[in-house]
T-cell receptor, first 111, second 113 residues
Framework: KQEVTQIPAALSVPEGENLVLNCSFTDSAIYNLQWFRQDPGKGLTSLLLIQSSQREQTSGRLNASLDKSSGRSTLYIAASQPGDSATYLCAVNSGYSTLTFGKGTMLLVSP | DAGVTQSPTHLIKTRGQQVTLRCSPKSGHDTVSWYQQALGQGPQFIFQYYEEEERQRGNFPDRFSGHQFPNYSSELNVNALLLGDSALYLC????????????FGSGTRLTVV
């Protein structure tokens, strides 16, 4: 059974800092991994999708890496802004028609 | 290009009642999945529908049932509501096995009193 862990659970940083969110998973047999953003009480917005054959994906200030053999992914946010404040969720697609989620990292970026 | 649409956005029900939530997938997607998200937790998989059939089911009781229509839209039904069913219900659409990722809707907030 796939298990996904996200560290840290919460993070508070001043505006402008670069930061790293961590995601680990127990079964390396994955199809892909997806990072989502969730604002309070809202749905999930997809940020980046990394296929199992890829090492990283970039979108603007966001960069996600994947090390499948060690069961780890990181989401790097450059030059953080108050608008980046949200919960960030890592989800692993191991097939079987399901996504397995971590509990998320709650990020607060203060002006 | 419309994304995933869910209705209603909020719902309040009494214990023991039944509820139906609705989802229209992103244009071009043929698979719909439902997730339950309790406060402070990650979403938990309920089930997935493809070609109008339930393809996979998570660890949820039979009180949770669903349906997919020929136009790929889907409904989630919950019978005999319990207080513990209060959660954000998320619908996600995708193509086969989510190889191009999943697109989620804004969710339905269900409160059972």
């Amino acid at each position: 059974k796939q298990e996904v862990t996200q560290i840290p659970a919460a993070l508070s940083v001043p505006e402008g800092e670069n930061l790293v969110l961590n995601c680990s998973f127990t079964d390396s047999a994955i199809y892909n991994l997806q990072w989502f953003r969730q604002d309070p009480g809202k749905g999930l917005t997809s940020l980046l999708l990394i296929q199992s054959s890829q090492r990283e994906q970039t979108s603007g200030r966001l960069n996600a890496s994947l090390d499948k053999s060690s069961g780890r992914s990181t989401l790097y946010i450059a030059a953080s802004q108050p608008g980046d404040s949200a919960t960030y969720l890592c989800a692993v697609n191991s097939g079987y028609s399901t996504l397995t989620f971590g509990k998320g990292t709650m990020l607060l970026v203060s002006p | 290009d419309a994304g995933v649409t869910q209705s209603p956005t909020h719902l309040i029900k009494t214990r023991g009642q039944q509820v139906t939530l609705r989802c229209s997938p992103k244009s071009g997607h043929d698979t719909v999945s439902w997730y339950q998200q309790a406060l402070g937790q990650g979403p938990q998989f309920i089930f997935q529908y493809y070609e109008e059939e339930e393809r996979q089911r998570g660890n949820f009781p039979d009180r949770f049932s669903g349906h997919q229509f020929p136009n790929y839209s889907s409904e989630l039904n919950v019978n005999a509501l319990l207080l513990g069913d209060s959660a954000l219900y998320l619908c996600a659409s995708s193509l086969w096995e989510g190889m191009r990722g999943y697109t989620f809707g804004s969710g339905t907030r269900l409160t059972v009193v």
